[in-house]
């Protein structure tokens, strides 16, 4: 089989046991909107309330602005997918900070 669905297999893997162990680990009624998010999150790790409130089709409640949310199980399975992927050694990844006005300043970072 080709390595790379292999690898592909293996991210859908990890990504299913990760919902079936938040089901086990959050006590919320099965119709819960907590369950929509849950979902979310594994389409995208990292959100805010405006996404959140598009991708649902729920009104925004949450105010705050620039406020976000990610799940770091699930960048840490897309990480682990990515180094997977990447022929030879590691090469380190690419990290993103918001700082003042919004503006992303990208800086590349060694694994050691």
Do not use: C, Y
Not at 59 to 72: A, G, L, M, Q
Request: aromatic share 4%; glycine share 8%; net charge positive.
């Amino acid at each position: 089989m080709f390595a790379g669905v292999t690898n592909g297999r293996q991210l859908l893997s990890e990504l299913r046991e990760m919902r079936r162990a938040w089901a086990d680990r959050v006590a919320a009624r099965q119709n819960s909107g907590v369950w929509l998010v849950a979902d979310l999150l594994l389409r995208h790790p990292v959100v805010d309330a405006s996404l959140v409130a598009r991708e649902l089709g729920r009104s925004r409640t949450d105010r705050r602005r620039k406020r976000v949310w990610r799940s770091p199980e699930v960048l840490a399975a897309l990480d682990a997918f990515a180094a997977r992927a990447r022929p030879g050694p590691s090469l380190g990844h690419i990290r993103t900070d918001i700082r003042g006005g919004g503006r992303q300043n990208q800086r590349r970072t060694r694994d050691r």
